[in-house]
């Protein structure tokens, strides 16, 4: 990974070093969310009651590492250890799953899909709202924190991000008529996709197949085309793949990453200049500094900056770093809750590892210790619980005040780059 992060280069090379990890073919046009139910040794949890999972039956090598497949079709290469925390979470999983159909039950089919309450930045405006509305909105939220069954994902992500309202604006034909406009078009975005669909996920079966590339290609290419200002910006390929894995059609895909880039995130996080990517990384180091302060004096003292970890987990959404059953819990809340959801992560991180970072000497150290633990996170309920219970409150407004006092330093910053390299390329 290159460390120049205010240049442009990153948008194309922060992630050229990939050895990442592994579905089995589906349609060109539709990806099934089940694709483990055909894949051995177990079976995936619909959170479904009715549904029976069977544990890992891992294969162990000479040294007792194990290997493994996920639920979404990716070999996992970990402890003995690991393996007995993901079998325990499976198993909340199934229990979780219970009370989503039992809910579905008593509140009737679909409660979730009503029209969701916006939260504001300190909690939400309860003025002329329906009682049960508002006994909804706050079962949602504590459900989602908890995990959304994955059966469910599709339709929960769909409505709680705004994705299904964004689509309902256009006709029913805009995603297939944009493909169809798209077809043989060559731009700098398209030819950047085509160079990175190989390297994205290169060893999962179904990504790296014919039928899995074009699907990528089709949902990437066409959002270049929706909004020419972001065009494609590596990191994008590693979010749409995912996303693949856990939604129905490509349609729907799409408009996940629609509402991703226009509504959820910070805005400029993916254009050419990555102005919003480097304000969240001044945010964010405030943040360490205020909420984790031994941390972020030791890494002061050290020389060492966030960003040389924190850039990737941001422009991914920790796809590339956590495990996949992991990073998707942690999409469940962010989808339902915004961006600050993403802060509450990285902090959670720093904050697991506050002994250990404390003790290192080198900045190889604290790379090297935080990326065991995310490799390693299995455990999505541990996470989330430092996020939300050891970090403490960030409200939506506290994110926004961060970003409007830091985006005048960021802009002002890549102003003065711009003006020495044109001053440079006038001397040449």
């Known amino acids: 990974?290159?460390?120049?992060?205010?240049?442009?280069?990153?948008?194309?090379?922060?992630?050229?070093?990939?050895?990442?990890?592994?579905?089995?073919?589906?349609?060109?046009?539709?990806?099934?969310?089940?694709?483990?139910?055909?894949?051995?040794?177990?079976?995936?949890?619909?959170?479904?009651?009715?549904?029976r999972v069977s544990t890992f039956t891992p294969s162990i090598s000479n040294n007792f590492s194990v290997k493994f497949e996920d639920m979404y079709g990716f070999t996992v290469e970990g402890s003995i250890d690991d393996v007995n925390v993901l079998n325990e979470v499976r198993e909340r999983v199934r229990v979780q799953g219970r009370i989503w159909w039992d809910l579905e039950a008593s509140k009737g089919a679909n409660w979730y899909l009503q029209p969701q309450i916006s939260w504001n930045g300190e909690g939400i405006s309860v003025s002329s709202l329906k009682l049960s509305k508002l006994t909804n909105t706050i079962t949602l939220k504590r459900l989602i924190r908890k995990g959304i069954p994955p059966v469910l994902r599709p339709k929960v992500w769909l409505s709680v991000s705004g994705a299904a309202k964004k689509r309902s604006t256009v006709p029913e034909s805009y995603y297939d008529d944009l493909i169809r406009a798209t077809e043989g078009k060559v731009t700098p975005a398209t030819r950047q996709i085509d160079h990175d669909l190989p390297r994205t996920f290169p060893s999962h079966p179904w990504l790296d197949s014919p039928e899995g590339q074009a699907s990528l290609r089709r949902v990437l290419v066409g959002y270049s085309f929706r909004d020419s200002d972001v065009g494609y910006c590596q990191g994008l390929n590693y979010v749409a793949a995912l996303l693949l894995l856990v939604m129905k059609t490509e349609e729907d895909v799409f408009w996940m990453?629609?509402?991703?880039?226009?509504?959820?995130?910070?805005?400029?996080?993916?254009?050419?200049?990555?102005?919003?990517?480097?304000?969240?990384?001044?945010?964010?180091?405030?943040?360490l500094a205020k909420k984790c302060p031994r941390i972020a004096a030791h890494l002061e003292a050290l020389g060492f900056d966030v960003s040389l970890v924190a850039t990737e987990w941001f422009l991914c959404l920790f796809a590339k770093s956590l495990p996949s059953e992991t990073t998707l819990r942690v999409w469940d809340v962010l989808f339902n809750e915004g961006a600050k959801?993403?802060?509450?992560?990285?902090?959670?991180?720093?904050?697991?590892n506050e002994e250990e970072i404390l003790n290192a000497h080198q900045i190889g150290e604290v790379i090297h210790t935080l990326q065991r633990t995310i490799h390693h996170s299995y455990d999505p309920d541990e996470l989330l619980r430092v996020a939300f219970e050891k970090i403490g409150s960030m409200t939506t407004n506290t994110i926004r005040k961060e970003r409007k006092k830091q985006e005048v330093a960021v802009l002002a910053e890549l102003d003065e780059r711009l003006r020495r390299l044109n001053t440079l390329k006038t001397n040449e």
């Open 1 to 51: 990974m290159k460390r120049s992060f205010f240049s442009s280069e990153i948008r194309y090379h922060f992630l050229e070093d990939s050895s990442d990890i592994m579905l089995g073919t589906q349609s060109q046009r539709e990806v099934s969310n089940g694709f483990a139910l055909r894949r051995k040794p177990y079976r995936v949890n619909s959170g479904n009651p009715r549904s």
């Open 257 to 287: 990453l629609a509402v991703l880039l226009e509504d959820v995130l910070v805005s400029d996080c993916y254009t050419d200049n990555l102005s919003g990517c480097h304000v969240e990384q001044r945010v964010f180091k405030d943040l």
């Open 341 to 352: 959801v993403l802060f509450h992560v990285a902090l959670a991180i720093f904050k697991m």
